[in-house]
T-cell receptor, first 111, second 112 residues
Framework: LAKTTQPISMDSYEGQEVNITCSHN???????ITWYQQFPSQGPRFIIQ???TKVTNEVASLFIPADRKSSTLSLPRVSLSDTAVYYC????????????FGTGTRLQVTL | NAGVTQTPKFQVLKTGQSMTLQCAQD?????MYWYRQDPGMGLRLIYY???????DKGEVPNGYNVSRLNKREFSLRLESAAPSQTSVYFC???????????FGQGTRLTVV
């Protein structure tokens, strides 16, 4: 599976838009990009998944360029409660796939 | 809606003791996973089960064994606990490997 690289940490003020970019240069044709959010002392929670172009749900947007070698998770107007660790995963379809997490990006939102 | 249930929530073991962490899901999911998370670190996959009757090693399987008892239950066993196994253990399940995974609340294990 493609290795992912994302920033270790980011800081933001409340109300700003936050964009977290993930690099996955060796992504394969049958791979999807998936993002999870983890709060302290809790298990991760699924945020969004996409294959190409743009996906949007009530929580976030996911932008994937045509070459799919990177992706950007966009969180609109973050609040203090968005302080968490965000993980980018590459997930393969069709075969047994290990759901492998990296170190994630620690987002700190302040007033 | 229970989702993924892990037992126990907390456990303290002495070095060399054995124990089994239990995980059950009520979503009729095919795939189940066990992870460990050390303080300030990401999750590392210990073992996973793509479907009932199959199990495979993840990134850090040494010192652990698993059993996919049935479609609902996936247990993790420490045969001889070591201090290096002090961690928070998470169980997860998903319909398939590429679909949304749901996590349990975690088991905080301390080995002294």
């Amino acid at each position: 599976l493609a290795k992912t690289t994302q920033p270790i940490s980011m800081d933001s003020y409340e109300g700003q838009e936050v964009n977290i970019t993930c690099s996955h240069n060796n992504i394969a044709t049958n791979d999807y990009i998936t993002w999870y959010q983890q709060f302290p002392s809790q298990g991760p929670r699924f945020i969004i998944q996409g294959y190409k172009t743009k996906v949007t749900n009530e929580v976030a947007s996911l932008f994937i360029p045509a070459d799919r070698k990177s992706s950007t998770l966009s969180l609109p107007r973050v609040s203090l409660s968005d302080t968490a660790v965000y993980y980018c995963l590459v997930v393969r379809t069709g075969t047994a796939s290990k759901l492998t997490f990296g170190t994630g990006t620690r987002l700190q939102v302040t007033l | 809606n229970a989702g993924v249930t892990q037992t126990p929530k907390f456990q303290v073991l002495k070095t060399g003791q054995s124990m089994t962490l239990q995980c059950a899901q009520d979503m009729n999911h095919n795939s189940m996973y066990w992870y460990r998370q050390d303080p300030g670190m990401g999750l590392r996959l210990i073992y996973y089960s793509a479907s009932e009757g199959t199990t495979d090693k993840g990134e850090v399987p040494n010192g652990y064994n698993v059993s996919r008892l049935n479609k609902r239950e996936f247990s993790l066993r420490l045969e001889s606990a070591a201090p290096s196994q002090t961690s928070v253990y998470f169980c997860a399940s998903s319909e398939y490997q590429n679909t949304e995974a749901f996590f349990g609340q975690g088991t905080r294990l301390t080995v002294v």
